[in-house]
């Protein structure tokens, strides 16, 4: 699952430097009608040196410098990180602060602008968790609409992954039907059953498929299981490997994974080992990911999703157009 990390809208840079500014000349002239800084100044020796109005006009400048200073780090210390099951928002120059916001415990989420924040696009996130309906608001953040879109899209896959991932397939209940959209039936992962022999184009074919899965809705495959829904098993897959059981299968799908998809989609997939007619069989569960899966081998990348019970490998143009709209609020 690809994080997504959000910083409050430039705008406020301005708005806070305005309002400190404006605060700053009027404590200034505030403290000028007061006392009396021209003879208080002479009353140093510096004043020998360095006329009041240059004096006057070095300190603004550090004054003025320093608040610039202050409410740009400020800025660019303060984060919003969504992430696959929390939220979390780190603050402070000196004295960091992080608070973080499970996603399972979120409620619900809304936005809202005030006139300029229409005109210029910022706005406040509100965020209600747990039964107490405790309120988090993030304030000034840009194009807050698609922030909440984007938080129930992380909140919904990450509800999709606890799913598969905390509970075990009914691997009767998954091939009764069939081959659908979400589930594909294999026979082998590697093992050509028609040519005795390894076959790269078989894992090329799996993750092809994984790929497509990650791209659309999720998915399941089985492994060990042929077209017609009977069970071959994967013992012939496990002699091709030098550790010939599960643990070494899933070393070796995920180091195929890894090359052919990325590391980064991992936390997305998961592989649960069953046994049906007393044969080893594998259902690997997949999350949709917020983000675009290219699958890439040798020197090709392609983009696939799946359509009906097939995986389709998009063109340029198709991939394009898919992406900018399956995908809109997750592109950074």
């Given at each position: 699952?690809?994080?997504r990390i959000?910083?409050?809208?430039p705008?406020?840079i301005?708005?806070?430097?305005?309002?400190?500014q404006a605060?700053?000349?009027?404590?200034?002239?505030?403290?000028?009608y007061l006392?009396?800084?021209?003879?208080?100044?002479?009353?140093?020796?510096l004043?020998?040196?360095?006329s009041?109005?240059?004096?006057?006009?070095?300190?603004?400048?550090?004054?003025?410098?320093?608040?610039?200073?202050?409410?740009?780090?400020?800025?660019?210390k303060?984060?919003?990180?969504?992430?696959?099951?929390?939220?979390?928002?780190?603050?402070g120059?000196?004295?960091?602060k992080r608070?973080?916001?499970?996603?399972n415990?979120?409620i619900?989420?809304s936005?809202?602008?005030?006139?300029?924040g229409?005109?210029?696009?910022?706005g406040?996130?509100?965020?209600?968790i747990?039964?107490?309906q405790?309120?988090?608001?993030?304030?000034?953040l840009?194009?807050?609409?698609?922030?909440v879109?984007l938080?129930?899209?992380?909140?919904?896959a990450?509800?999709?992954?606890?799913?598969?991932?905390?509970?075990s397939p009914?691997?009767?209940q998954?091939i009764k039907?069939?081959?659908r959209?979400?589930l594909?039936l294999?026979?082998?992962?590697r093992?050509?059953?028609?040519a005795?022999?390894?076959n790269?184009?078989?894992?090329?074919?799996?993750?092809?498929?994984?790929?497509a899965?990650?791209?659309t809705?999720?998915g399941?495959?089985?492994l060990?299981?042929?077209?017609?829904?009977?069970?071959l098993?994967?013992e012939?897959?496990y002699?091709t490997?030098?550790k010939?059981?599960p643990?070494?299968?899933?070393?070796h799908?995920?180091?195929i994974?890894h090359?052919?998809?990325?590391?980064e989609?991992?936390?997305?997939?998961?592989l649960?080992?069953?046994?049906l007619d007393?044969?080893d069989?594998?259902?690997?569960?997949?999350s949709?990911?917020?983000?675009?899966?290219?699958?890439?081998?040798d020197?090709?990348?392609?983009?696939?999703?799946?359509?009906?019970?097939g995986?389709t490998a998009?063109?340029?143009s198709e991939?394009?157009?898919?992406i900018?709209s399956?995908?809109?609020?997750n592109?950074?």
């Amino acid at each position: 699952m690809s994080e997504r990390i959000i910083k409050k809208s430039p705008v406020v840079i301005v708005k806070n430097f305005l309002i400190l500014q404006a605060s700053a000349v009027a404590a200034y002239i505030a403290a000028a009608y007061l006392g009396h800084y021209a003879q208080i100044y002479r009353s140093f020796p510096l004043s020998k040196v360095v006329s009041f109005q240059i004096a006057q006009a070095v300190f603004v400048f550090g004054l003025e410098t320093l608040i610039i200073f202050y409410i740009f780090f400020r800025w660019y210390k303060e984060y919003w990180q969504i992430q696959p099951y929390q939220i979390m928002h780190g603050r402070g120059l000196l004295f960091r602060k992080r608070e973080t916001i499970p996603l399972n415990q979120i409620i619900s989420v809304s936005s809202r602008q005030g006139p300029l924040g229409k005109l210029v696009k910022y706005g406040t996130i509100e965020i209600r968790i747990g039964q107490s309906q405790k309120c988090f608001f993030f304030k000034d953040l840009p194009e807050p609409q698609n922030i909440v879109e984007l938080i129930l899209q992380f909140k919904q896959a990450s509800e999709f992954t606890a799913g598969h991932h905390n509970s075990s397939p009914d691997l009767d209940q998954l091939i009764k039907d069939g081959e659908r959209e979400n589930l594909e039936l294999k026979s082998t992962f590697r093992w050509d059953l028609r040519a005795q022999k390894v076959n790269r184009q078989l894992e090329k074919s799996v993750m092809r498929t994984v790929a497509a899965f990650l791209n659309t809705q999720g998915g399941q495959i089985v492994l060990g299981i042929d077209d017609n829904k009977k069970p071959l098993g994967l013992e012939a897959d496990y002699a091709t490997l030098g550790k010939p059981n599960p643990d070494g299968f899933e070393n070796h799908f995920s180091h195929i994974f890894h090359n052919m998809i990325g590391s980064e989609f991992r936390s997305l997939i998961k592989l649960s080992w069953l046994k049906l007619d007393n044969k080893d069989c594998c259902v690997i569960s997949v999350s949709p990911s917020l983000k675009p899966a290219i699958l890439r081998t040798d020197d090709n990348e392609e983009f696939c999703i799946r359509t009906g019970n097939g995986t389709t490998a998009l063109k340029f143009s198709e991939a394009s157009s898919y992406i900018s709209s399956h995908f809109k609020n997750n592109l950074v």
